[in-house]
């Protein structure tokens, strides 16, 4: 496990939150980082599995079929950037006043 560990510090690939159990790890490694760390796994002959899946690519990928709710959450955001350009209402009020 630690000539793993070693070659994926050679090769820059980012390995954090790395905790030890056992003769095994656990890790979080960045997406684009985990088809490049397939080669050096079996190299040093080790086995890997996936436990959890998050960030944003998966869950862009669970709402695929809620087209509605991205719709919606697009259109919020127009609406928001659209409605924020604009100086809705300004009062000032004060005891004293100022000359010119």
């Known amino acids: 496990v630690e000539k793993l560990i070693n070659l994926c510090m050679h090769k ?20 684009g980082d985990f088809r490049r760390i397939r080669p ?7 086995k890997m599995k996936i436990l959890t899946r ?27 950037f659209v409605l924020s350009s604009f100086i809705w209402f300004v009062e000032v009020t004060g005891l004293i006043s100022l000359p010119p």
């Open 12 to 31: 820059e690939i980012l390995l954090w939150d790395v905790k030890y159990h056992g003769d095994s790890i656990y890790t979080k490694i960045r997406i």
């Open 54 to 80: 998050r960030g944003l690519p998966f869950q862009i990928y669970r709402m695929r079929h809620r087209k509605m709710l991205i719709a919606g959450g697009v259109l919020f955001c127009v609406c928001l």
């Open 40 to 46: 050096l796994i079996r190299k040093t002959r080790c």
